[in-house]
């Protein structure tokens, strides 16, 4: 998501840091790489100017050019824009108390509409709550077979009138439907168009007066450019939304259309679509867009979707371990099987703080046979070993690594990391989502991520017994010249 933006602040950022002091001459050139980075991601110019404007405002001031680590700063201003550009936060469908709520999609042609329907009827019954379909787009034929196709799926009900011509009537028997139904929303799925045309608008017009949605959203494809931006001004005028859903931004949205939508219509985003399946839908959250777009990863939609993914009995369970550092390798195991889903150990790495490089890595099929791999070892231990991998010798090895069909050096490997891991979820276990910052450092400052096989830094990892002062002061100048050394290199 976002690669180019992000990648062309991450150099941004980068230029600067490398400067030992900062002038106003070389802010400047860090803005105009900034400036051009949104530019290239398709970001509307008068967005641009206006963001500029105040970040620079910000950027040139005293504080920031004197402070320790001016390029820092930087990023923490930017962030605070980008949220700010972003916000604000209103994920809520507004259901009533009593009564029907109705929600209207619209949107061009092929934005995610009849999509979304579905996505939007998965979260309703999660929250249990009883949804009504309507296929309101009477255009083509298919677009009512789409609907049914997603309701069946789903088991939620679906209202549609094939010999109707008025999308307002179709809209009107649905309500009756869902009343008799016990549906608490109803979601109409209107027809879209390629281009804004006065057809279409004098259709979504006419259904927004006589049937008076409680909420209408527009619903934009996250690839386009510009161009949806200005149909989302058109659409806006016409019906005054009360949200946007922006969607696809799985694939490589270049974060144009998401940056300026809200300027432009004054409406706030509600949801994103993460991909084509009914779960692929997130509240908006400013805070976690800016953070993947600086790439600091977003710690709190990391920790949604493991919550997603283990449930909560489970997860309780396990954290009790993690926090005693009782983690097994059956665990380890257990959660492997999890996360080995296709796809999925990259969406998660590209979640994490840091972890945007590692992303690609992750996503390859090597990584995910890696992960195969593993089990596969693991597999092949006995139940003592995998509680206690300590006593793994040898010809242990050698059996286990036999057995998974594997050489040798892969099992120790596997246990130097699992061992290596252990002290990093004790530290993360019952941390709350909440505290995100305190996250981050504890990532940055735990032992685990000094792996440099993880892009971590290269120094000596505490062998766990007490250090005298002295050697403590020895480690830490190592690690800070270790720094130093990074941050020359710009890494
Ligand atoms: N990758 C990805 N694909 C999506 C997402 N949302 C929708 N799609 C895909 O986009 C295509 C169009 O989606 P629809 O839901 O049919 O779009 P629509 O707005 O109803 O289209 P019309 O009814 O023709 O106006 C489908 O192939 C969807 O699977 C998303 O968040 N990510
Ligand atoms: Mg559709």
Redesign the pocket.
Known sequence: MFESLSEGLQSAFKSLRGKGKLTEGNMREGLQAVEQAMLEADVSYPVVQDFMQHVTEQALGRRVLLSLRPHEELVRIIYDELVKVLGPVDSSLHLKKDGVTVIMLC?L????????CGKLSQLLLEEKVRPLLVAA?LQRPA?ID?LHVIGEKLGVPVYSDRDQKDPVKVCQAGLAKAKQEDARVVIL?T??RLAIDEELMAELGRIDRKIGPDQVYL?VDGMTGQDAVNSAGAFNKALELDGVVM?????DARGGALLSVKQVTGVPIKFI????HFD?LEPFRPEGMASRILEMGDIVAAAREAHRIVDEAEREELEKKMAAGEMTLDDFKNLLEKVAKPGLMGKMMGLMPGMGQLKGLMQSEEAEGGIRQTIGAINSMTAAERRNPKIIDASRRQRIAQGAGVQAPVISQLVKQFEMMKPLMQGLAGQGVGDRMAMMRQLQSSGALTDPSMGGLKVKKSTGKRLSNAERAKLKKEREKELRRRRRKGG
Do not use: F, H, P, Y
Request: hydrophobic content about 20%; charged content about 25%.
């Open positions: 949107g042609q092929g934005s995610g509409k009849t999509t979304t787009d677009a789409q799925d027809a879209g619903v969607t696809k931004l799985d694939g679509g993460t991909g084509e692929a």
